[in-house]
């Protein structure tokens, strides 16, 4: 069975926790068997995409790739709700260009959309 997680930021410490959501409380309960509770920022939740990258870290929904191409881009990791999938919106001198669906092997997690939305522009 795939592993369900997610990534939200508290609330009272701006911090990333992750753990199973909980949307009409707008919580994440961490996974490690306890009952912590933490009240999230509603719009930074964030499923794992079930891919890791080279290095071994989590993709998540809303992180930001970058990749070794000729020409420089970032790419938004995005949950498309009618296709039941993730895709990147590339993103080349800060505007959105093309919609891509995989290809996520030479990339690498540079930041997230929350932490970082500089890093599209």
């Not at 199973?20 to 939740?45: A, L, M, N, Q, W």
């Not at 929904?61 to 709700?81: A, F, K, M, R, S």
Request: glycine residues 12%.
């Amino acid at each position: 069975m795939r592993e369900i997680l997610f990534r939200g930021k508290r609330v009272d410490t701006g911090e990333w926790v992750y753990g199973s959501y909980v949307s009409h409380e707008d919580i994440i309960v961490t996974p490690d068997g306890g009952y912590d509770r933490f009240e999230i920022v509603p719009g930074s939740v964030g499923q794992w995409t079930g891919l890791i990258n080279a290095v071994g870290k989590k993709i998540f929904e809303g992180d930001i790739l970058e990749g070794y191409t000729e020409n420089p881009c970032q790419w938004l990791v995005v949950w498309d709700t009618n296709r039941s999938g993730v895709f990147l919106q590339r993103f080349i001198n800060g505007k959105p260009d093309e919609e891509v669906y995989g290809m996520l092997h030479d990339l690498h997690v540079v930041g997230n959309i929350h932490d970082n939305p500089d890093l599209l522009k």
